[in-house]
């Protein structure tokens, strides 16, 4: 069976933004359930979600709780740069034991998954 990385990409304060996370959530315990290996990422803006999912101080955040808690053990990290560098998600991240990818001075790559072979999908 394949290997999957779910890159999350999106914000979380935006229609578009919720539409697109709640799908990567979705698509991920999907495929996890199917018993294939599967990976989610936080990257670029879409390290904002973290800080929403820890502060569940809006509706999206509180009816998707339970789905975030589903896919936790699937989460492989968020980019440390876009985290601390760009974004402050650092805090959440470490609330949420996320753990950082890449480094404060780069952006994490997906190399990595695209040389095994993962399918790699971006929300």
Known sequence: ???HAIVVLSP??????RGRILH???????????????AVY???IGVTCLTAFRAQDNQFTRNYAGLFEDIRPLIAGACDFCARRRFGAAEAAIALDVEFLGGTDQHHSLATSLLDDAVVTTF
């Open 24 to 38: 990567a959530f979705t698509t991920a315990r999907d495929v996890a359930a199917s018993g294939a290996e599967v």
């Open 42 to 44: 936080f990257d670029g």
């Open 12 to 17: 979380e304060d935006t229609p578009e933004g």
């Open 1 to 3: 069976m394949k290997r």
